[in-house]
């Protein structure tokens, strides 16, 4: 098969990458604010649970549009794809407690809750990343193998459906900041050239007072 007409699973890579890095930075800038601090509570609370929602979605369209279509063509591998599943409901019950503490902590700024929030953070990291590295060395090479390009696409597509519009060029800048030249070219190689404008002209300033805003203060 020609390579163009192969599903792009370095796409998923970057995407993890994203979701290693933030998700291993988060408990480190929640234990570092200070009891009491509510707006530095409110932003940090934002933040994670904007990583939330895309890690989410991420996990909600790999149910809907990727382990659906393996299980009818990979039957040897079968055990493997419902691995997948029980790791994904692992990861959703962490979401669900982060979901309920960070209104709270937000709230209320307190030291307990702070800590509650850097802990539940800390058993989603561990729980997310053995599933990450299982997903991209055993699932993306059966993708490659058993999947159409637009199968492949529609999830891609379905993924970045979900990105509300004014956060699009700040997700670019998260994909791109641990790129290699390859995949950032890559990735803006799909963009219209419009938006790669957009991009350079706004995006990279946005996408670094973002990093700022969220990492400076620790």
């Given at each position: 098969m020609n390579e163009d007409n192969k599903p792009a699973v370095?796409?998923?890579?970057?995407?993890?990458?994203?979701?290693?890095?933030?998700?291993?930075l988060a408990p480190e800038f929640v234990r570092q604010a200070r009891p009491g601090d509510a707006a530095r509570a409110t932003l940090l609370a934002a933040y994670v649970n904007e990583m939330l929602t895309g890690l989410h979605h991420h996990h909600e369209g790999e149910d809907k549009l990727l382990w659906p279509v393996l299980l009818t063509r990979v039957t040897l591998e079968a055990e493997l794809v419902r691995t997948m599943e029980a790791q994904h409901d692992r990861v959703a019950a962490h979401i669900t407690a982060l979901e309920r503490l960070l209104p709270r902590w937000a709230e209320s700024a307190s030291a307990e809750l702070r800590d509650q929030v850097a802990d539940a953070l800390d058993g989603l990291h561990a729980d997310l990343l053995p599933h990450l590295d299982q997903e991209e060395k055993e699932i993306l090479p059966l993708v490659v193998?058993?999947?159409?390009?637009?199968?492949?696409?529609n999830l891609s597509e379905s993924a970045r459906g979900q990105i509300p519009k004014d956060r699009l060029l700040i997700n670019l800048g998260a994909l791109l900041e641990d790129a290699t030249p390859w995949e950032r070219e890559a990735f803006l190689g799909l963009m219209p050239g419009a938006a790669r404008l957009l991009w350079k002209?706004?995006?990279?300033?946005?996408?670094?007072?973002?990093?700022?805003?969220?990492?400076?203060a620790a």
């Open positions: 370095w796409e998923m890579v970057v995407v993890h990458r994203v979701f290693r890095r933030e998700f291993r193998e058993h999947m159409t390009k637009a199968e492949w696409d002209v706004v995006g990279r300033r946005q996408y670094r007072n973002e990093v700022a805003r969220i990492r400076g």
